[in-house]
């Protein structure tokens, strides 16, 4: 079946450090992908998806590129900020019913 | 614009007292609705889904229950909570389309059992 697996956290970083959070699926056919955020006490928000191969979402300085070949979206920030402290969700979905979300990765990010 | 309500943020509640929480969707007509529970520290897992007035499907054998009584309204339940029952609820909407746009989360309630 579809499924997501993502880096375990947590991740700590300093400020203006670059950020990495690597997700792998896998799926039949070709699904959607996206990331969420979850802040502090806070449902999930979306933060960037990409529908097909090689598209590239981007939001708020974070950026994912679909990867078929590697079967992956890994998450890229170039500069974090302390806001930017949560915790990050891979999901992936074909139809529109059928999301499945990563385990999670919990970033903190010190001054 | 559409938006996704979520009510009550926090609850306590002792154990085999009864539960209902409430997620109303305003500004689309027909969404699929989701229940999700997010226990500490952990992931989230799908509860129930719903494509319809009274049309609930079921994820994983639980204590709990879904309701849809309105096309925009989905009611979360129990008879008698259970202390595992504790953790953060989320419902979730999204478009009925082909292909997939994501899903809008509510804020949340954050359950604890006593």
């Known amino acids: 079946g579809n499924s997501v697996t993502q880096m375990e956290g947590p991740v700590t970083l300093s400020e203006e450090a670059f950020l990495t959070i690597n997700c792998t699926y896998t799926?039949?056919?070709?699904?959607?992908l996206f990331w969420y955020v979850q802040y502090p006490g806070e449902g999930l928000q979306l933060l960037l998806k990409a529908t097909k191969a090689d598209d590239k979402g981007s939001n708020k300085g974070f950026e994912a590129t679909y990867r078929k070949e590697t079967t992956s979206f890994h998450l890229e920030k170039g500069s974090v900020q302390v806001s930017d402290s949560a915790v990050y969700f891979c999901a992936l979905s074909r139809l529109n019913n059928d999301m499945r979300f990563g385990a999670g990765t919990r970033l903190t990010v010190k001054p | 614009s559409q938006t996704i309500h979520q009510w009550p943020a926090t609850l306590v509640q002792p154990v085999g007292s009864p539960l209902s929480l409430e997620c109303t969707v305003e500004?689309?007509?027909?969404?699929?609705l989701y229940w999700y529970r997010q226990a500490a520290g952990r992931g989230l897992q799908l509860l129930f889904y719903s494509v319809g007035i009274g049309q609930i499907s079921s994820e994983v054998p639980q204590n709990l229950s879904a309701s849809r009584p309105q096309d925009r309204q989905f009611i979360l339940s129990s008879k008698k909570l259970l202390l595992s029952d504790s953790g953060f609820y989320l419902c979730?909407?999204?478009?009925?389309?082909?292909?997939?746009?994501?899903?809008?989360f509510g804020s949340g309630t954050r359950l604890t059992v006593v």
């Open positions: 979730a909407w999204s478009v009925v389309t082909v292909g997939s746009y994501g899903y809008t």
């Open positions: 500004g689309t007509s027909n969404p699929n």
């Open positions: 799926a039949t056919g070709y699904p959607s």
